[in-house]
């Protein structure tokens, strides 16, 4: 069983739309959480990080985080077609095992 | 701006040639750093940790005399690919964490794409 998994997509929106991509994983040890956006032949890069239950936000994305069952979301609200990326969900157990999922593709269609 | 830096962003060179990557932490001490792999369309594929002042460790599968990993000091971690093959042909991506103030996210250098001919 991977520790993180993601739905690798790709997932399809309207722009204006609100994006959901989801993530799971598999260690209840993990204490952090982040999703990375990456775009083709970039580096990741942060967009969210979420250390305790309920939702976080910053501009248009909205993090998620249920430990009861494992499950990390970020929303992306008003999507835009310069949100069109992979996005890399990961978790980190202790000091310096982070574990990241394969990234979910998503489009935004103008 | 970057937290990490890591030079040079693109290689391109013959086969058989060795190639350094650097990986620099900005503004902080890093001890631990860490090195990825990443084939077009596929996941990251982390390739080892590099430890400041001891061995890196490496993960199954990635040959460790072939990827030579020195973390001489607190902000330098070098990623020497040796006798490089066109099956090494790769985007390299380093990343750290400042693990002196708290719960920090790690950042990501922009990449080092390595082309063997």
């Known amino acids: 069983q991977k520790e993180v998994e993601q739905n690798s997509g790709p997932l399809s929106v309207p722009e204006g739309a609100i994006a959901s991509l989801n993530c799971t994983y598999s260690?209840?040890?993990?204490?952090?959480f982040f999703w990375y956006r990456q775009y083709s032949g970039k580096s990741p890069e942060l967009i969210m990080s979420?250390?305790?239950?309920g939702d976080k936000e910053d501009g248009r994305f909205t993090a998620q985080l249920n430990k009861a069952s494992q499950y990390v979301s970020l929303l992306i609200r008003d999507s835009q077609p310069s949100d069109s990326a992979t996005y890399l969900c990961?978790?980190?157990?202790?000091?310096?095992?982070?574990?990241f999922g394969t990234g979910t593709r998503l489009t935004v269609i103008p | 701006g970057a937290v990490v830096s890591q030079h040079p962003s693109r290689v391109i060179c013959k086969s058989g040639t060795s190639v350094k990557i650097e990986c620099r932490s900005l503004?902080?001490?890093?001890?631990?750093m860490f090195w990825y792999r990443q084939f077009p369309k596929q996941s990251l594929m982390l390739m080892a940790t590099?430890?400041?002042?001891?061995?890196?460790?490496?993960e199954q599968g990635v040959e460790k005399d072939k990827f030579l990993i020195n973390h001489a000091s607190l902000t330098l971690s070098t990623l020497t690919v040796t006798s490089a093959h066109p099956e090494d042909s790769s985007f390299y991506i380093c990343?750290?964490?400042?693990?002196?103030?708290?719960?920090?996210?790690?950042?990501f250098g922009d990449g080092t794409r390595l082309s063997i001919l």
């Open positions: 590099s430890n400041e002042g001891s061995k890196a460790t490496y």
């Open positions: 990343s750290a964490r400042d693990q002196g103030a708290g719960n920090q996210p790690q950042h």
């Open positions: 990961a978790a980190r157990t202790g000091a310096n095992n982070l574990f």
């Open positions: 503004d902080f001490q890093a001890t631990t």
């Open positions: 260690d209840r040890g993990s204490q952090s």
């Open positions: 979420i250390y305790s239950n």
